[in-house]
């Protein structure tokens, strides 16, 4: 029982991080970089950062930890691996887009792509993130898919998931870094800690304690549905009671 409340403790906790950092990141750009457009403008920028801490961070981060939620372990497994595709897909979709922004402004302003090692990181999360999307939706969700080969995937695919989540933390980290020093130049430096340098510093900070609680909730072999844990193949209402 007490796992079981720890559990929810940490999962609210998660949430409630994920959404100060969507809000954090929203209001950051909409207030300080000047709002949102799709022309090839600066402001098309801004959909960059949001598109990716709302998509490849928080999204992602919600979609890894579904399946730990302990009032769908005496389900039917099947909607639930849906909803962590679906969440994932729709990670995937965003940090796409947010690729996609960026990339257009650099190309209107002739500025360079993938030079930094903020975009090294990224580049290679969200090509890794594409493989393990495909590779786990061939593996998992297709009916036709061997059980032998679903042995064989699970465990590259859990390690490689918690790996992606991490660069994904790393890429955004460095990319508020960079954008601060780029924009905060002249009257304002960085160095005077502004207002919009604070909020960036903050958006950080909720970034990795966001990215510290899901890895806690991935890491805890207690918070695992039951019929995934070694040994074990369904759930009963007697493992509460023994925990």
Same mark, same amino acid.
């Given at each position: 029982?007490?796992?079981?409340?720890?559990?929810?403790?940490?999962?609210?906790?998660?949430?409630?991080?994920?959404l100060?950092?969507?809000?954090?990141?929203?209001?950051?750009?909409?207030?300080?970089?000047?709002?949102?457009?799709?022309?090839?403008?600066?402001?098309?920028?801004?959909?960059?950062?949001?598109?990716?801490?709302?998509?490849?961070? #928080?999204?992602y981060?919600?979609?890894? #930890?579904?399946?730990?939620?302990?009032?769908?372990?005496?389900?039917?497994?099947l909607?639930?691996?849906l909803?962590?595709?679906?969440?994932?897909?729709?990670?995937?979709?965003?940090?796409i887009?947010?690729?996609?922004? #960026?990339?257009?402004?650099?190309?209107?302003?002739?500025t360079?792509?993938?030079?930094?090692?903020?975009?090294?990181?990224?580049?290679?999360?969200?090509?890794?993130?594409?493989?393990?999307?495909g590779?786990?939706?061939?593996?998992?969700?297709?009916?036709?898919?061997?059980?032998?080969?679903?042995?064989?995937?699970?465990?590259?695919?859990?390690?490689?998931?918690?790996?992606?989540?991490?660069?994904?933390?790393?890429?955004?980290?460095?990319?508020?870094?960079?954008?601060?020093?780029?924009v905060? /130049?002249?009257?304002?430096?960085?160095?005077?800690?502004?207002?919009?340098?604070?909020?960036?510093n903050?958006?950080?900070?909720?970034?990795?304690?966001f990215g510290?609680?899901?890895? /806690?909730?991935?890491?805890?072999?207690?918070?695992?549905?039951?019929?995934?844990?070694?040994?074990e193949?369904?759930?009963?209402?007697?493992?509460?009671?023994?925990?």
């Open positions: 029982m007490r796992s079981t409340v720890t559990f929810y403790l940490c999962y609210l906790l998660c949430l409630a991080l994920g100060a950092c969507v809000a954090c990141v929203c209001v950051w750009n909409s207030r300080w970089r000047g709002g949102f457009a799709w022309d090839g403008s600066g402001l098309q920028f801004n959909w960059h950062p949001v598109l990716m801490v709302t998509g490849l961070v #928080v999204l981060g919600y979609g890894a #930890v579904v399946y730990r939620v302990p009032l769908t372990w005496g389900q039917n497994k909607p639930w691996k909803l962590h595709a679906a969440l994932m897909l729709g990670s995937l979709i965003m940090s887009l947010g690729l996609c922004a #960026v990339f257009a402004v650099h190309n209107a302003k002739n360079p792509n993938l030079y930094s090692l903020h975009s090294w990181i990224g580049i290679t999360a969200i090509i890794l993130f594409a493989l393990q999307w590779v786990g939706f061939a593996g998992f969700l297709l009916p036709c898919s061997p059980v032998l080969l679903r042995k064989l995937l699970k465990p590259v695919h859990v390690w490689l998931g918690g790996s992606i989540l991490l660069l994904t933390t790393a890429a955004c980290i460095s990319g508020i870094n960079e954008k601060l020093f780029f905060l /130049k002249g009257n304002v430096t960085y160095s005077s800690l502004p207002p919009e340098g604070l909020l960036g903050s958006l950080g900070v909720l970034i990795i304690a510290l609680v899901v890895l /806690k909730i991935l890491s805890n072999i207690k918070w695992q549905r039951p019929d995934s844990r070694p040994g193949i369904a759930y009963t209402p007697l493992q509460d009671e023994n925990e």
